[in-house]
T-cell receptor, first 116, second 114 residues
């Protein structure tokens, strides 16, 4: 058990809709990052938050946005869903600021999103 | 950006030692090498991390040569439950406003049979 929980575990949406995915980090972990994992691929970095501020972003459009709250929970919001957004969405928490390359990440089990 | 190359798949039998090699020719001075394991429908799980030479824990060993351009994850006496995807990662500082941006490749699918 990593102490990181995600909800829901599965979700089905239709193209054009909006979705909010939730993550609860380990207590004391100030950094949370979100990843998208398509079938057969490795996780792709979406963005990272440290103490409620975004401090890193991957190659994802602005319709992917996030929030981090003081209670170690966070959200990933995706607007105007596209078919290609179907994937496993993973959140990971870490103890530090997320700027060191040796920080250990603790992943949740993910939310499987299907866009029809 | 430090990228990694590792075999797409490997097959083994229970009780054997498995060595998965990862190349990272452009590794930076301050980069660490980290390996994660992922089972289907789960998030990746940290296995081991190292900077140079050899690191060993209760699960695996990590061998890193002096030039650090490659690394080898060694799993002793694998079992069926070691069937998973193994990712080799080299730390990558994000280019947009800072922050750590770990780059996952496609990983190595290890299949262990009886």
């Amino acid at each position: 058990e990593t102490g990181v929980t995600q909800s829901p575990t599965h979700l089905i949406k239709t193209r054009g809709q909006q979705v909010t995915l939730r993550c609860s980090s380990q207590s004391g972990h100030n950094t949370v990052s979100w990843y998208q994992q398509a079938l057969g691929q490795g996780p792709q970095f979406i963005f990272q938050y440290y103490r409620e501020e975004e401090n890193g972003r991957g190659n994802f459009p602005p319709r992917f946005s996030g929030l981090q709250f003081p209670n170690y929970s966070s959200e990933l919001n995706v607007n105007a869903l596209e078919l290609d957004d179907s994937a496993l969405y993973l959140c990971a928490s870490s103890l530090g600021q997320g700027a060191a390359t040796n920080e250990k990440l603790f992943f949740g089990s993910g939310t499987q999103l299907s866009v029809l | 950006l430090a990228k990694t190359t590792q075999p797409i798949s490997m097959d083994s039998y229970e009780g054997q030692e498995v060595n998965i090699t990862c190349s990272h020719n452009n590794i930076a001075t301050n980069d660490y090498i980290t390996w994660y394991q992922q089972f289907p429908s789960q998030g990746p799980r940290f296995i081991i991390q190292g900077y140079k030479t050899k690191v060993t824990n209760e699960v695996a060993s990590l061998f890193i040569p002096a030039d650090r351009k490659s690394s080898t994850l060694s799993l002793p006496r694998v079992s069926l439950s070691d069937t998973a995807v193994y990712y080799c990662l080299v730390g990558d500082i994000g280019l947009t406003g800072g922050g750590n941006k770990l780059t996952f490749g496609t990983g190595t699918q290890l299949k262990v049979e009886l």
